[in-house]
Structures are given as structure tokens and as C-alpha cells.
């Protein structure tokens, strides 16, 4: 079946622009999260969502990053007014249920440039 | 809050010998150890997880040991391959948490 995808693989965007990072889970999946991952880096959590409610955002970085999850499946996650230090690679992921321990399945990711 | 510690950060190894990762955690409420592996320009794939009721759990090559008292736990891969060179990533969660994983473990298998 298909696995977890995003779009776009790439998104270069100008200093203080705003854009949108989408993430389509497996079907089912209850589960989403959305990490950042910075060149050579590890996996920096941002928020995870339960169905609908996002129980944990505790990982956004500022109030710029805002994200939803709407009919229990497509997310978003929203940047505005990008910064340099923004760029990053932007994963998510989908699993059957947050709290049970099942295994988390990641999409591509979302290469974000912001010159 | 929760933390996960991951050594070494960088790890060289012949083709053929073993590697080992090693991960502490501080919650001890912690109860399933999952380890990911991200190839280079891949995205991360589970290779093995272990929960709390067991003390160890092999497949082929790779195994993880926990050791719920020390709050440890480790991935052994023995008899490495080229194809094993990659990113690894340990990670902890309780069931009334999110999974939080280690810094990652950049492996290098030398031909």
C-alpha cells in the first residue's frame, strides 16, 4: 500500500515569506507527527497530533509554526515569515496510535530552503 | 523532561567486525525502545525495537540489550557490511508520552 508522502520534496522561498508543508499519513494511521531535521542533525520534534487534536506542541519553535490536521488524516505545517534558519529538512510521520507503541512510519521529508 | 543520550556520535568500523551504540534514558517510565536507521538522502526506517518485558531481542545480524535498572539500552550489529554504513537513531517512550529519540550515531564501515 502507500506509504507516507509530502509535498513538495523541495520548496526554496525568499527571507520572510510564508509557505506550506504538507503531509498525507498511511490511511488509518490515527497517529502524525512532524520533525525537523537540520543538515547532519537529529530528529527535532515538533508536534504530534491524535486524530484531529494535537495533544503535544511542544517542540514548535516560535509562534511562527503553526500546524492542523483536518478529517483525521492530510496535516499541514505552516511557516510564516521564514528565516534563514528555517532551512531544514521537514519530516512526518504516521503511526497506528500515538501512546501504543507502534511503529512510526516517515514520509520523504520536505526540503526547505530560505535564501 | 524526558531526555535520551546517544554515544558514540561517530563510530568507524572494519567490514566484518561488530559496532555497538549505546543509549541511556531518563524517564523511567519508559517501557518500548525503538532504534532507527536513515541511509544517506533516505528517511528513517525501524530496524528493531524492544519493550520493557524483555532483557534482549536479536533478528540475523543486529540485537538490543535493555537494561531497565541502569536505564541503558544497545544495539549490537555484528559482522558489518558496507550496506550497514548509515545514521542510527535510538528512542524511548512510555505510553503516556511521544517518542523521544537520541542525537544519533553516524556508522562508517571501512572496506
Known amino acids: 500500500g502507500a506509504g507516507v508522502s509530502q509535498s513538495p520534496s523541495n520548496k526554496v522561498t525568499e527571507k520572510g515569506k510564508d509557505v506550506e508543508l504538507r503531509c498525507d499519513p498511511i490511511?488509518?494511521?490515527?497517529?502524525l507527527y512532524w520533525y525537523r531535521q537540520s543538515l547532519g542533525q537529529g530528529l527535532e520534534f515538533l508536534i504530534y497530533?491524535?486524530?484531529?487534536?494535537?495533544?503535544?506542541k511542544s517542540g514548535l519553535p516560535s509562534d511562527r509554526f503553526s500546524a492542523e490536521r483536518t478529517g483525521g488524516s492530510v496535516s499541514t505545517l505552516t511557516i510564516q515569515r521564514t528565516q534563514q534558519e528555517d532551512s531544514a529538512v521537514y519530516l512526518c510521520a504516521s503511526s497506528l496510535e500515538g501512546t501504543t507503541h507502534n511503529e512510526q512510519f516517515f514520509g520523504p521529508g520536505t526540503r526547505l530552503t530560505v535564501l | 523532561g524526558e531526555n535520551v543520550e546517544q554515544h558514540p556520535s561517530t563510530l568507524s568500523v572494519q567490514e566484518g567486525d561488530s559496532a555497538v551504540i549505546k543509549c541511556t534514558y531518563s524517564d523511567s517510565a519508559s517501557n518500548y525502545f525503538p532504534w532507527y536507521k536513515q541511509e544517506l538522502g533516505k528517511r528513517p526506517q525501524l530496524i528493531i525495537d524492544i519493550r520493557s518485558n524483555v532483557g534482549e531481542k536479536k533478528d540475523q545480524r543486529i540485537a538490543v540489550t535493555l537494561n531497565k535498572t541502569a536505564k541503558h539500552f544497545s544495539l549490537h550489529i555484528t559482522e558489518t557490511q558496507p550496506e550497514d554504513s548509515a545514521v542510527y537513531f535510538c528512542a524511548a517512550s512510555s505510553r503516556a508520552s511521544k517518542i523521544i529519540f537520541g542525537s544519533g550515531t553516524r556508522l562508517s564501515i571501512r572496506p
Open positions: 490511511s488509518g494511521h490515527t497517529a
Open positions: 497530533f491524535q486524530g484531529n487534536s494535537a495533544p503535544d
